[in-house]
């Protein structure tokens, strides 16, 4: 698995979401890296880790992570957000937590309203197998769209995409699977480190009351929302979302950094 090192000082890991890279994190990286050493990782199957041998899994995946990276605070976009919890309970590694447009569980049913429907991953599943460029691009549509910056965040996303390569196609299917069968809420109220959760208000694919409700479940937790952030914040709103990132790290305890 690839994981790029890059900056100095404390040690940040940072996880993105489906089809990305970690190279989709450079708005972050250039406001952050002067203060702390970050650690960007290519999931399985996306960017340079495409052939990567671990499983597209929450367990096997946030396994191979914990022992590539150093203890540290993990910040986790949409699907990452999913191995950023299960890494935390897995291993007291994880220091602390901030998730960006991230939620334990990205559908509704259940007593959880604040989600999108199932089908919407079961149709880019589908489509995946008939138009493969055609549903990545509408997916990248899907993160910018009601963003006041949706035209510059989907231009952004969309030299990214191809940047490192094409992702594998079972990886995306995989991913999808997790976007549509996990459920992780239980996981937070034991969560035992400081959390951050910062979520875009005009967010379509994670919506913003959905994570308000996800950060009351865990018991030391913040809350932020962007104003006119969409699901990919750290793009158009880069400042802010960095210094609230910049505010929690300063936040943590000495010894979790």
Not at 27 to 34: E, F, G, T, V, Y
Not at 204 to 231: K, N, Q
């Amino acid at each position: 698995m690839h994981i790029e090192s890059t900056g100095s000082g404390p040690p940040l890991v940072l996880l993105h979401g489906w089809a990305l890279h970690g190279g989709v994190f450079a708005p972050l990286a250039q406001r952050l890296a002067d203060r702390y050493t970050l650690h960007l990782v290519d999931l399985p199957g996306h960017g340079h880790s495409r052939d990567a041998s671990t499983p597209l899994t929450l367990a096997d995946t946030a396994r191979e992570i914990l022992s590539r990276t150093p203890p540290a605070p993990w910040l986790a976009w949409s699907l990452g957000g999913l191995f950023a919890l299960k890494a935390a309970s897995l291993s007291p590694r994880v220091r602390g937590l901030a998730m960006v447009a991230a939620t334990p569980r990205f559908v509704r049913g259940d007593g959880w309203a604040h989600a999108v429907d199932p089908a919407v991953f079961l149709q880019f599943g589908d489509e995946l197998r008939s138009d493969y460029a055609g549903t990545l691009e509408r997916f990248l549509a899907l993160d910018t769209i009601g963003s006041e910056h949706a035209r510059s965040e989907l231009r952004t996303l969309k030299d990214a995409l191809y940047a490192r390569g094409e992702p594998a196609p079972r990886a995306l299917q995989d991913g999808l699977r997790l976007l549509e069968e996990s459920d992780l809420r239980a996981a937070l109220p034991a969560l035992s480190v400081p959390s951050l959760w910062l979520a875009g208000r005009r967010d379509r694919l994670v919506p913003s009351a959905g994570m308000r409700e996800a950060a009351a479940l865990a018991p030391d937790s913040t809350f932020i929302e962007i104003a006119g952030g969409g699901h990919a914040p750290f793009l158009g709103h880069a400042d802010a979302v960095a210094a609230e990132v910049d505010r929690f790290m300063q936040s943590l305890p000495v010894a979790s950094l």
